[in-house]
């Protein structure tokens, strides 16, 4: 069992910044990949980036230049680096994990970008 807990989102007007904070539970050991998804209010779940334990990252062309992923110094956190925030990034941000095989899914946190 893996529990994510995420930090870091709240109310930016647009072309500022936000950095999102994930932490896994304390008792995983290996996490095969943790990273970011964001739901809009009526639309899907989107991927905005992954990385892998070896540090490999998935990210869509959409998602490049302006959301950055990178592993925390401490083990089973990742950060997602956010820069020139728009409006249509406003979103709930939830923290995604791999780990044996399933998939673990944080509560999410809010992110809205002001006009």
């Known amino acids: 069992q893996v529990q994510l807990v995420e930090s870091g989102g709240g109310l930016v007007q647009a072309g500022g910044s936000l950095r999102l904070v994930c932490a896994a539970s304390?008792?995983?050991?290996?996490?095969?990949?943790m990273g970011w998804y964001r739901q809009a209010p009526g639309k899907q779940r989107e991927l905005v980036a992954l990385?892998?334990?070896?540090?490999?990252?998935t990210q869509p062309d959409s998602m490049k230049g302006r959301f950055t992923i990178t592993r925390g110094n401490v083990k089973g956190t990742v950060l997602l680096y956010m820069v020139n925030l728009k409006p249509e990034d406003t979103a709930v941000y939830y923290c995604?994990?791999?780990?044996?095989?399933?998939?673990?899914w944080g509560k999410g946190t809010l992110v809205t970008v002001s006009s």
């Open positions: 995604n994990a791999n780990y044996r095989g399933l998939e673990y």
């Open positions: 304390e008792r995983v050991a290996t996490i095969q990949h």
């Open positions: 990385v892998t334990h070896d540090g490999d990252i």
